[in-house]
């Protein structure tokens, strides 16, 4: 009796179908999914750390708890950091406003003496913030609020994933006997991309800061410590990240500078930032564990966007790049691994290639 096939047009519509499913049960499971694959990630990057200190005759959760504590206590001084700078910034909210209603004043004025048209009547009022899309604060603040719930997840699942570890490991062992070694290498490259990255991205976030937080107190900007590690923590976020991050702090220049000449300084300067960062910092820090093309990176971000918001565009880049491992470990699925990765092909296979096209369809 011959096996069933389906059709290529059945098995397209089935895989559409089947990554549709997927995709929509992991926005519906992203409450828990979210703070697990956090959970999974800094269980990697601080796995050496609390192997070193078991290594050392520490009990496993002894280790796994120190670890926990020095980098909680590192987050906390950041996260500290920024808000106590962030209220500030909230409190002088009215007076930037003040001073924007005045530059749009001036900027109006301008245009009818220098066009002669009028844009207000004596009897109209002066511009206001209104447009500002503040009607969402309510739910800014409900999600923050939910994040920072996750957040407090996140430790417990690292915990138990580091406490667990052997569990998992004869798990996978278990369940695919026969390709012991294929799977134990499927997990060191995994946890290699994973650890590769997290780390990588932490010191390249780091010089960042240190970089735009110079040149923020060079020019004298009132919370250059906020906004040198709002760059840098925005910086995560390839490309959408520094743009939206970039137009913010050069907009916040404009309104607190009396010339035009610092926010253009300011553009050339994290654009220069920006440049050396992709083309010097990351190359050299991070290296390329992540080998994924440019086109497989924004598709990763938007979807990623889309389903878990900032956390999913974050995740996603290493997710990706565990993926095209998956792929090159199935030959079936090698082709699509390479769609993935970041290598071109051999232009001579290319050309032979369109030239049997061109021969069928001369034929035809």
Known sequence: MTPYRLHPIQLIAYSFLSIALFLWLMQVGAFILVPLIWGVFF??????????????????????????????IIGAAIFYLLINQMILLIADIPEIGTKLNEKLMDFWQQIETNLGI??????????????????????????????????????????????????????????????????????SDSGQVIHAYLIGMVKVTFLVAVMAGIYFHFIGIKYYLLFALFIAIMNLIPYIGVIISSILVIFYVFLTSDSFLLPILTLVVLWGIQLLENNLITPLVVGSKVKVNVLAVVLAILIGGGIWGISGMILFIPLIGILKITF?????????????????????????????????????
Do not use: C, M
Not at 44 to 71: C, D, K, M, T
Not at 150 to 172: C, N, T
């Open 43 to 72: 269980a990697f990057a601080l796995y050496p750390i609390s192997n070193w200190l078991e290594n050392n005759r520490f009990p496993r959760g002894l280790a796994i708890a120190s670890s926990l504590v020095l980098v909680s």
């Open 118 to 187: 009028t844009v207000f009547n004596d009897s109209e009022k002066t511009p206001s913030l209104d447009w500002l899309p503040l009607g969402n604060l309510n739910n800014t603040i409900f999600s923050t609020g939910k994040s920072l719930t996750l957040i407090g997840i996140i430790p417990l699942f690292v915990f138990l994933l580091l406490y667990y570890k052997d569990f998992f490991i004869e798990f996978l062992l278990k369940a695919s006997s026969r390709q012991n070694e294929a799977i134990l290498k499927w997990v």
């Open 328 to 364: 090159d470990r199935i030959p079936e699925l090698q082709p699509y691994g390479y769609l993935l990765g970041d290598k071109f092909p051999v232009l001579e296979k290319n050309e032979n290639f369109i030239r049997l096209l061109r021969k069928k369809w001369s034929k035809k």
